[in-house]
Each structure stands twice: as C-alpha cells, then as structure tokens.
C-alpha cells in the first residue's frame, strides 16, 4: 500500500459519511485479482449435503438474519468521488438467501459453475445458494477473500445461522467492521514509518530463483493451481506436548528450511500467514482480518536447531508490533511470486464436523473450473487431523512445477520435519 493512500481518504471517510479505505490485506487481495481478474483465486467457498430432516425455510431465514446483522455483509466496493481509490461502503442492500428446487441433472450441472470470479466494483461480495432436489438438500456459500477469511466463515458465520436456525438467541453485540477500520486507522505517521522501514529490510535481497524451490516446467497452462496432499510420517502432536514448541514456529522452520535446501540457497524469505486476531474484540468479528508476515532467515551464520527455533519465534514476535505496516510488504511482489506458509488447526476440524440443527453436514467437493488458478506459486498448509497427525497440502502453479518435483520438495520438508527434533543438531547438518 502506496504511503500516502490512508492519508488521502481517511478524513473523507468521517468527513462524508460513507468512504471508507481498504485494510492492506484487501487492497492486496483487490489489486492481485485485478491482475487475474477472470479468476475464482480470491473466493472462500463451501458446498454442504444437508441432512434430509433439514428445514430449508428455517435455514434461509437464519442465513437472512445473519446477514442483516452485520455491515461486512453490506460491503460494496466503489471508487472514491474525489480521489478515485477504491474504497469500501457498508450502507448498500442484503442480498438474501432463496431456496432454489431444481433437478438432480440441474444441480450436477449447476455445481460446476457454482464458483465464479466476482464482479468487483460496486457487486455483492458473497454468493448463498440453497438447493433443494427430488433427492438432496444443499447449501452452497461464498465470500470474496477481501470481506471475509476462512476463520470468520467457519467459526462465526456458520456457528450464528446454527445457532438461529436452533432458536438460540444470539446475545452478543454484533461487530463493525466499518468501526474496526476508523479505530485501526488511529496510527502515527511516524509508527508506520518505522514499521514500513521494519519490512523493506526483512524482505532486502527477496530472490524468486533463490527462495522457491526450483522451477522444472514451463506450459502454456499458466496460474492453473493443482495440490499434493502429504501425510507427515516423521511427527506427531505428542512432539509438542513434550516439546513445549509452537507448531506453526516449528513447521514455518521445516518450510524455510526445505525451501533452501531445494534452492541451494543459504537464506530463505516465506509469507507466513496468520489470522490477524490478537484480542477477544478481533476473535468475535465478522469480515476479514488474515494478515501476511514475510519473514526472513539468513543460514551463513552456523546455529542449532534450538537456536534457529528461538530466534524465529523472536523474530515473529517483534514483527507483530509492525502490523499496521503490511501493506509496505504486500507491495513487495512476494505475495505472488514467493512460497506461502499457514498452519491450521482447527479448520480443518470445522469443515470436517459442520453442524447444522444437530445433524452432520457432508462435506461436497466443487469441481475445479476454467476460472480455478493459482493465487500463488507454491502455497504450504500444515493441518492437524483428528488423530494427532498432520498432512500437508502443497498448492503450486502446475505451469512451474511438475507432480514429481512436488513429491519431492514433500520427501525433503517431512526429512527436515525430523531432523527438527534433534535440537542439538546444526543447521548447517540440515541444509548439507
């Protein structure tokens, strides 16, 4: 995010009523599907096979009461009257959930194209489709990346309309997401300065050739994303237990590490994500609050594992105090063109386990379409399954690596994973 853009409409977004900026994570999000405009890598769908005893009536109205209770869901992007940014409103009209009956033939056909690229300016940022079938029930949901993250769909969105459609009375206030941004806008000058110098030194020397694994294709299917899913066989949550280490420190680790021992490189800059809530305030909002932290590591200076653990975990913590100046990070091309690192724990859990009126809800896949690319190269997501493992999901643009290079940059991040564990060992042991 370009200095001076805060400055230019955050007066107007008080003076008129209406305008208000785009957090740096969105405007990140908006100006990246600009550049793939026709594209579906900003949406955050999921497509549900309800149980038959489902009330589809009573699930559209809680999905309606929902909606109607928070402004995030009344977001609209438009460009500023005055100095043409693209801003935020929070005043435009609920688009409500239907109950669409259509035919089987009709639903198969329809799932294909159920994820579609959004229409950005001044267009509901959500899609909610309820389908009823002569033989199944279905509730289809999605929202552009830039109102809502993964955390705020599953852990609040969900829970609210289960919490409606059991007649459960919601009593806590509900979040503006509008109100959130006036109050984060509070920042000196001279706090973002100092978190903007903060993040141009940790991103110094960034290097695709240098900090990705190495390319070995390249085709004519340029952005089409593709995912190596990997059970890791080297560790088990008892690690931690015992260990007392964090999991996404350690796993950030083994990523870091992977990446440049692919490489042969002796330094290593990966974005790692977090879910950008810090306080009780931040858990409970409706909307989006993802945040991406690059960090870096320089390997000519030989240090344990241990060293090379704590020094991270000090490295993670002092850039927290510079968050308000992500957007000096995201305009530095690591977004799209570096290796991505997030580590989930309880996601996966939601989306295996959704609920609704006591019943299960079964996960159905949405087919990948034309519109299905990339949002980065090579994206790292380390999840803890049910029974205390962890699989990794490695999505990578298919244009710039093969299935077999990925299956090996999975062989040497698992091999890392327990070289780890030997917190005595060097790294210089690890990187060979």
């Known amino acids: 995010?370009?200095?001076?853009?805060?400055?230019?409409?955050?007066?107007?977004?008080?003076?008129?009523?209406?305008?208000?900026?785009?957090?740096?994570?969105?405007?990140?999000i908006v100006d990246s599907q600009f550049y793939k405009a026709k594209s579906t890598m900003m949406n955050n769908g999921v497509l549900l096979k309800l149980q038959p005893q489902i009330d589809l009536n009573r699930l559209a109205q809680a999905v309606n009461d929902t909606l109607n209770?928070?402004?995030?869901?009344?977001?609209?992007?438009?460009?500023?009257?005055?100095?043409?940014?693209?801003?935020?409103?929070?005043d435009s009209e609920?688009?409500?959930?239907?109950?669409?009956?259509?035919?089987?033939?009709?639903?198969?056909?329809?799932?294909?194209?159920?994820?579609q690229p959004y229409e950005l300016i001044n267009r509901p940022l959500y899609r909610i489709y309820i389908f009823e079938t002569p033989t199944a029930k279905y509730w289809y949901f999605d929202f552009y990346h830039a109102i809502m993250d993964g955390t705020a769909i599953m852990m609040l969105f969900v829970n609210e309309v289960n919490l409606r459609y059991k007649g459960k009375k919601i009593s806590r206030t509900p979040s503006s997401y509008a109100d959130y941004i006036l109050?984060?806008?509070?920042?000196?000058?001279?706090?973002?300065a100092e978190g903007n110098k903060f993040w141009r030194e940790m991103l110094a020397g960034f290097d695709?050739?240098?900090?990705?694994p190495p390319a070995d294709i390249e085709t004519a299917d340029e952005y089409r994303q593709i995912s190596f899913f990997a059970d890791l066989k080297n560790i088990t949550q008892d690690y931690f237990s015992k260990s007392k280490r964090k999991e996404h420190i350690f796993f950030l680790a083994a990523a870091m590490l992977a990446i440049a021992k692919s490489a042969g490189a002796k330094s290593s800059i990966v974005d790692w994500v977090h879910n950008g809530r810090y306080t009780m305030q931040e858990s409970r909002l409706m909307g989006a609050m993802l945040e991406q932290f690059p960090i870096s590591w320089d390997f000519e200076k030989d240090i344990t594992v241990a060293e090379f653990l704590d020094g991270l975990a000090e490295k993670i913590n002092v850039s927290f105090k510079y968050r308000r100046s992500l957007g000096t990070a995201y305009s530095s091309g690591l977004q799209e063109n570096g290796a991505t690192f997030i580590f989930q724990k309880k996601i996966l859990g939601a989306l295996n386990s959704v609920m609704l009126g006591g019943l299960p809800a079964e996960i159905v896949e949405v087919p990948v379409n034309q519109w299905s690319i990339a949002e980065n190269t090579l994206d790292i997501e380390v999840n803890l399954n049910d029974s205390g493992g962890y699989i990794v999901e490695f999505a990578h643009d298919s244009s710039i690596y093969s299935e077999a290079?990925?299956?090996?940059?999975?062989a040497t991040f698992d091999e890392i994973v327990l070289q780890l564990q030997n917190e005595k060992l060097l790294i210089s042991n690890i990187l060979g």
Not at 405 to 410: E, L
């Open 183 to 192: 109050d984060e806008l509070k920042v000196s000058p001279e706090e973002l």
């Open 208 to 212: 695709e050739t240098k900090h990705l």
């Open 405 to 410: 290079a990925i299956k090996n940059f999975a």
């Open 1 to 28: 995010m370009e200095d001076g853009y805060k400055e230019r409409i955050v007066n107007d977004a008080l003076r008129t009523r209406g305008y208000y900026p785009l957090r740096a994570m969105q405007l990140w």
């Open 94 to 115: 609920i688009l409500p959930a239907k109950i669409e009956k259509i035919s089987d033939e009709e639903f198969e056909r329809r799932k294909k194209e159920l994820m």
């Open 69 to 90: 209770n928070y402004d995030i869901f009344r977001c609209r992007l438009v460009f500023h009257p005055v100095t043409n940014d693209i801003c935020q409103r929070f």
